[in-house]
């Protein structure tokens, strides 16, 4: 019991010193009070007495406890009369292990006939390392499972969070006045990548105008959705090339089915070939944009050509997860794991945004707790 009061304890002085509390505290007058009375009521850190509770190893962990409540209460109040204000960590990644260099003076498009899979991807993580590479160099910010996210500025993020959160608080917000297509071969998949580029911003942020989401954006964020653009209509054009055979543009598909099996192979953090679509994994933007690529309209027209790969795979051409149930990639000489996706990001911000602040208490009832889950 006096353990997990210590853990308690201390996730409240991370919330409040790291996680952006103080600054949640002094928003929030009501909040302010729950911490203050929770870290001075005497009651609501008594605990009964055992028989045990003379015991040396009772005392010590009992004392403990104490000195991480007066801590706790200094930073509740030292934070709160001036929070600390998080810059990011200067020059560090280039420090970091499993860090590495990526060569972003390539000019000429690689060759995708002439190129093996591993070095296809690792050309298009360039590319996109590039691309991530024109965000404001103020901070060097390594994502989860340290996925190199190059000089993304954590301003940028702060300011695309906070559009998002504002954009979710309007219940239609995220709702396109955009009718599909009525034939499915002509229907475009979506993505957040899309999405964005077509909803109107909320009334909340700007009032009326037609101009998309996606304009409101920071520049840096912009950029790496237009890079994701003009790679995959590149792609496109390789996949859908005219004058092209059949062998050949199966073999191009292949190439990018094999790619997206070694972006995946990449960022997983225990890869198994045979189960390489059902582990969890950051995705990649070699995945989004070869996926996305390969499951446009244009590419889909080609049935012969996925007929054909189908064939080589031993699988059925019925869904394009059903071709990757038996990759050809097995192991990647590689062990870096890839540019992270920015459609990825922004996913994982409105799936944050969408939690709920604060959760029901399952022992008092009327009592809400704060979801650390949401605001850590």
């Given at each position: 019991m006096i353990n997990r009061r210590n853990e308690v304890l201390e996730t409240i002085k991370e919330w409040i010193t790291s996680g952006g509390g103080a600054q949640d505290i002094l928003d929030d007058s009501d909040l302010y009070k729950a911490v203050n009375d929770f870290l001075q009521s005497p009651l609501d850190h008594t605990i009964f007495q055992s028989v045990m509770f003379g015991a040396s190893p009772v005392e010590k962990a009992w004392q403990s406890l104490m000195e991480t409540k007066r801590s706790v209460k200094g930073t509740f109040i030292s934070q709160t009369m001036r929070p600390t204000i998080h810059r990011g960590l200067h020059n560090q990644s280039s420090q970091g292990k499993g860090t590495r260099i990526r060569n972003l003076s390539t000019r000429e498009l690689p060759d995708i006939d002439r190129m093996d899979p591993e070095s296809f991807v690792d050309n298009l993580d360039g590319m996109a390392s590039a691309a991530f590479s024109n965000v404001t160099q103020e901070v060097r910010f390594n994502i989860l499972f340290q996925c190199h996210l190059a000089d993304l500025s954590i301003q940028?993020?702060?300011?695309?969070?906070d559009l998002l959160e504002v954009q979710t608080s309007d219940r239609t917000g995220w709702f396109t006045s955009r009718d599909g297509a009525p034939m499915d071969e002509l229907v475009e998949i979506q993505n957040m990548y899309t999405h964005v580029q077509e909803i109107e911003p909320s009334s909340i942020i700007s009032g009326s105008t037609h101009e998309p989401l996606?304009?409101?954006?920071?520049?840096?964020?912009?950029?790496?959705?237009?890079?994701?653009?003009i790679i995959r209509k590149w792609l496109i054009s390789k996949i859908v090339a005219s004058r092209l055979g059949l062998r050949e543009r199966q073999a191009r598909i292949e190439l990018l089915m094999q790619a997206i099996e070694v972006a995946?192979?990449?960022?997983t953090e225990t890869p198994a070939s045979a189960q390489l679509m059902d582990q969890p994994c950051v995705r990649s933007f070699v995945e989004a944009v070869v996926t996305s690529a390969l499951l446009s309209v244009e590419s889909r027209l080609h049935f012969r050509a996925w007929q054909s790969v189908g064939l080589s795979r031993n699988s059925q051409c019925e869904s394009f997860s059903s071709l990757l149930l038996r990759p050809y990639v097995q192991s990647t000489s590689a062990v870096d794991s890839l540019t992270v996706d920015m459609g990825w990001l922004?996913?994982?911000?409105?799936?944050?945004?969408?939690?709920?602040?604060?959760?029901?208490?399952?022992?008092?009832?009327?009592?809400?707790?704060?979801?650390?889950?949401?605001?850590?």
């Amino acid at each position: 019991m006096i353990n997990r009061r210590n853990e308690v304890l201390e996730t409240i002085k991370e919330w409040i010193t790291s996680g952006g509390g103080a600054q949640d505290i002094l928003d929030d007058s009501d909040l302010y009070k729950a911490v203050n009375d929770f870290l001075q009521s005497p009651l609501d850190h008594t605990i009964f007495q055992s028989v045990m509770f003379g015991a040396s190893p009772v005392e010590k962990a009992w004392q403990s406890l104490m000195e991480t409540k007066r801590s706790v209460k200094g930073t509740f109040i030292s934070q709160t009369m001036r929070p600390t204000i998080h810059r990011g960590l200067h020059n560090q990644s280039s420090q970091g292990k499993g860090t590495r260099i990526r060569n972003l003076s390539t000019r000429e498009l690689p060759d995708i006939d002439r190129m093996d899979p591993e070095s296809f991807v690792d050309n298009l993580d360039g590319m996109a390392s590039a691309a991530f590479s024109n965000v404001t160099q103020e901070v060097r910010f390594n994502i989860l499972f340290q996925c190199h996210l190059a000089d993304l500025s954590i301003q940028d993020l702060y300011i695309t969070a906070d559009l998002l959160e504002v954009q979710t608080s309007d219940r239609t917000g995220w709702f396109t006045s955009r009718d599909g297509a009525p034939m499915d071969e002509l229907v475009e998949i979506q993505n957040m990548y899309t999405h964005v580029q077509e909803i109107e911003p909320s009334s909340i942020i700007s009032g009326s105008t037609h101009e998309p989401l996606y304009r409101l954006l920071p520049p840096g964020v912009r950029s790496c959705i237009r890079a994701y653009g003009i790679i995959r209509k590149w792609l496109i054009s390789k996949i859908v090339a005219s004058r092209l055979g059949l062998r050949e543009r199966q073999a191009r598909i292949e190439l990018l089915m094999q790619a997206i099996e070694v972006a995946r192979l990449r960022n997983t953090e225990t890869p198994a070939s045979a189960q390489l679509m059902d582990q969890p994994c950051v995705r990649s933007f070699v995945e989004a944009v070869v996926t996305s690529a390969l499951l446009s309209v244009e590419s889909r027209l080609h049935f012969r050509a996925w007929q054909s790969v189908g064939l080589s795979r031993n699988s059925q051409c019925e869904s394009f997860s059903s071709l990757l149930l038996r990759p050809y990639v097995q192991s990647t000489s590689a062990v870096d794991s890839l540019t992270v996706d920015m459609g990825w990001l922004l996913e994982r911000m409105l799936e944050l945004i969408a939690t709920p602040d604060v959760i029901d208490s399952t022992s008092q009832e009327g009592q809400n707790l704060i979801n650390f889950d949401k605001r850590r």
